[in-house]
């Protein structure tokens, strides 16, 4: 299994990024997927879940309305639209695997993380 | 101000046992199952217990176990080793917020 994020960067505030995941390894479109981002020096806070067939998405509220989770099953691909972005959306994103049935817990793999610098 | 509740540091000598605390409520360790995650600094978390069985994935040592006793759980590492010096999250999916949350953390140092 491997999962492998690419799309961060430095981006001024009020501005867009699409970050993705790249996945292999397994059967992708039989999980669910998330994204879970990391503050420097904080903890883990979750920021969206989309179920195994895309039909499932679930935001956390700091991102709710500026954040949009997709994934293309043929590519094996997950993917975070982040617009509106702020300075507290600095940090390390992470995507990870969900459970084969449902869309919870647990995250059995993760990928290794890409950043995301919001500053102007 | 994480809704699941973890000490900030713990610490213990090679060879000692420790446990990491996690508190919540009804409405995620209550009826939920709990996962544990490893990170060492400038890693990605890594799953060390999971389900309410307590299931390690396979290339965790049995030294890593997990509990659950209504609103909270615990991982104990026991013959405690330098490596073991991460932090360590708790995890829970939440029925009010509908959505997973995590503890805070636990920074271990192993003296």
């Known amino acids: 299994v491997q999962l492998v994020e690419s799309g961060g960067g430095v981006v001024q505030p009020g501005t867009s990024l699409r970050l993705s995941c790249a996945a292999s390894?397994?059967?992708?479109?039989?999980?669910?997927m998330h994204w879970v981002r990391q503050a420097p020096g904080k903890g883990l806070e979750w920021v969206a879940l989309?179920?195994?067939?895309?039909?499932?998405?679930f935001y956390a509220d700091s991102v709710k309305g500026r954040f949009t989770i997709s994934r293309d099953n043929s590519k094996n691909t997950l993917s975070l639209q982040m617009n509106s972005l702020r300075p507290e959306d600095t940090a390390v994103f992470y995507c990870a695997r969900g459970p084969q049935s449902g869309y919870d817990l647990p995250f059995d793999y993760w990928g290794q993380g890409t950043l995301v610098t919001v500053s102007s | 101000q994480s809704v699941l509740t973890q000490p900030p540091s713990a610490s213990g000598t090679p060879g000692q046992r420790v446990t990491i605390s996690c508190s919540g409520s009804n409405s995620n360790i209550g009826s939920n199952a709990v996962s544990w995650y490893q990170q060492v600094p400038g890693m990605a978390p890594k799953l060390l217990i999971y389900?309410?069985?307590?299931l390690r994935p396979s290339g965790v040592p049995d030294r890593f176990s997990g509990s659950r006793s209504g609103t909270s759980a615990s991982l104990a590492i026991s013959g405690l080793q330098s490596e073991d010096e991460a932090d360590y999250y708790c995890?829970?999916?939440?029925?009010?917020?509908?959505?997973?949350?995590f503890g805070g953390g636990t920074t271990l140092t192993v003296l």
């Open positions: 995890a829970a999916w939440d029925d009010r917020l509908h959505s997973p949350i």
């Open positions: 390894g397994f059967t992708f479109s039989s999980y669910a």
């Open positions: 989309i179920s195994y067939d895309g039909t499932i998405k």
């Open positions: 389900n309410y069985n307590h």
